[in-house]
C-alpha cells in the first residue's frame, strides 16, 4: 500500500452522512400468510377492482418499446392529466408515485438547519424525506385522529421550509375540509411551501373538501401531489404526477431523475385516467362498503376511526389484544396492518377490499372476539 494512505484508513468503509442511519427504513404491509390457501391482502390500501382494462392493455402495447428510453417529460401523460382536470400541462410533473415527488419536494427545498412540520399521525415517508434531506422534522399533535391547524401553526417557526399534510390523511383515513386548508396556508409564511398530499382524493366527494388543486393553480406556494397507485389500481407500476407553481414545478424537475417514468407506466397512466367508469365503479364499490365494514366493525364492540378513504383505522383495547387479533386473522389469510410504526401500537389498519374480503374479515373478528371473551 502506498504511503500516501494512511494507515487509520486500511479498514474503512464508506460512511453515509450524519444522519441517515438514524432513518427507520419504511415497511410496506405484508402480502403473505404462509401456510394458508388463500390470502386476502388488505394491508396497502390497493384497489379491489384492479387496474383498468384499457390501463392493462395499453401496459401490454408498450412492451414492444422497451428497448426505447421513455420520454423525460412525460408529455402525453401530463396533456391527458391536464386534459382530465383542466390543468396547464405546463404546471404538471410526474414522478415514481406521489412518494417520489415528496421525496424531490424534501431535496429541493430542506437542508440542514431547516424543520419540516407535518401532523402526528402523517404518512411516514414525510420524516423519512425529511430526514434525508438533512433536515429536522417537527411534529404537530393531532385532534381526535385528525390534522389540527392551530396545532400545526403553532410547530412554525423561522427555520421551517416545508409543511406536509396529507388530506385524507393515512393511516387514520381522516381530512380537513378546505376551509381549514385554506386557513392554514393563509397563515404560513410566503416562503414556506405547503404540500397537499391528496393520494385518496378521489374517494372523498364531499361539498367541503378540496384535494388541493385550486391552491396549487393560484398559490406560488402550494404543491398538491397525487398518485395511480390507488384508485387506478397501478401501483406496481410507480406512478404519480403533482401540480403547482411553474417555479416548484421548476425546481423539482431539476432534481429528478432524467427518466423518473417508465414508458409503460406512462402509456398505462394515460388509458387509466381516461378510464372515467372504472374509477366511478371503484368510487361506487368503497361508497358502499367504507360505511358497511364501518359499521359492521364498531358494532363488535371495537372503535373505528371515521375515515374519508379506502379504508378503515381499527382499535383495539391493548397493543397484546391487536398483536393478538392479527395473528387470528393472519391464521385465516387476512392480512392487515399493524400501524405502530405511526404511533398507533393499538391499531389495525383494513383496506376495504373485495365483497368477500370485506365479509369474512368482519367475521373473523368477530370470531376473535367471541373466542377472546370465553
Not at 102 to 124: H, I, M, N, R, T
Not at 188 to 215: I, K, M, N, S, T
Not at 308 to 328: E, G, K, P, S
Not at 347 to 356: C, F, K, V, W
Request: aromatic residues 6%; hydrophobic residues 50%.
Amino acid at each position: 500500500m502506498s504511503a500516501l494512505v494512511p494507515e487509520r484508513t486500511i479498514h474503512a468503509v464508506p460512511t453515509p452522512r450524519p444522519g441517515v442511519m438514524a432513518i427507520d427504513a419504511y415497511v410496506p404491509g405484508r402480502s403473505q400468510a404462509p401456510g394458508v390457501a388463500k390470502v386476502f391482502k388488505l394491508s396497502s390500501n390497493e384497489t379491489p377492482l384492479g387496474a383498468s382494462p384499457r390501463a392493462r392493455a395499453a401496459y401490454i402495447e408498450a412492451a414492444h418499446y422497451l428497448a426505447d428510453y421513455p420520454d423525460g417529460s412525460a408529455i402525453l401523460l401530463r396533456e391527458a392529466i391536464g386534459a382530465v382536470h383542466g390543468i396547464d400541462p405546463a404546471r404538471i410533473m410526474c414522478g415514481a408515485g406521489s412518494d417520489e415527488l415528496l421525496a424531490l419536494a424534501a431535496k429541493a427545498y430542506l437542508g440542514p438547519g431547516d424543520e419540516c412540520v407535518f401532523s402526528q399521525y402523517g404518512f411516514l415517508v414525510y420524516r423519512i424525506a425529511t430526514l434525508a434531506a438533512g433536515a429536522t422534522p417537527v411534529v404537530a399533535a393531532e385532534r381526535d385522529h385528525t390534522a389540527d391547524v392551530d396545532a400545526m401553526l403553532a410547530c412554525v417557526t423561522p427555520r421551517t421550509r416545508v409543511v406536509f399534510l396529507a388530506n385524507p390523511n393515512n393511516p387514520t383515513g381522516t381530512y380537513l375540509p378546505y376551509a381549514e386548508v385554506e386557513r392554514l396556508h393563509a397563515a404560513l409564511p410566503r416562503h414556506v411551501l405547503l404540500v397537499l398530499d391528496a393520494a385518496y382524493a378521489e374517494y372523498l366527494h364531499r361539498p367541503d373538501f378540496d384535494p388541493g388543486q385550486r391552491l396549487s393553480l393560484e398559490a406560488p406556494n402550494v404543491l398538491m401531489t397525487r398518485t395511480f397507485s390507488k384508485i387506478h389500481g397501478l401501483a406496481a407500476l410507480r406512478l404519480g404526477w403533482a401540480v403547482g407553481p411553474a417555479v416548484v414545478i421548476d425546481a423539482l424537475n431539476r432534481v429528478r431523475g432524467p427518466f423518473n417514468v417508465s414508458g409503460p407506466a406512462i402509456a398505462a397512466g394515460i388509458a387509466a385516467i381516461a378510464d372515467s367508469a372504472h374509477v366511478a365503479a371503484a368510487v361506487a364499490h368503497n361508497d358502499h362498503w367504507l360505511p358497511k365494514v364501518s359499521r359492521q366493525v364498531a358494532e363488535l364492540g371495537l372503535a373505528v376511526t371515521p375515515s374519508a378513504a379506502n379504508f378503515v383505522l381499527i382499535h383495539f383495547a391493548d397493543v397484546a389484544q391487536r398483536a393478538a387479533a392479527d395473528a387470528f386473522l393472519t391464521q385465516r389469510g387476512l392480512i392487515l396492518r399493524p400501524v405502530g410504526a405511526y404511533g398507533l401500537p393499538n391499531a389495525l389498519r383494513m383496506t376495504i377490499g373485495s365483497e368477500e374480503a370485506n365479509v369474512l374479515t368482519v367475521h373473523a373478528l368477530s370470531d376473535f372476539l367471541a373466542g377472546a371473551a370465553r
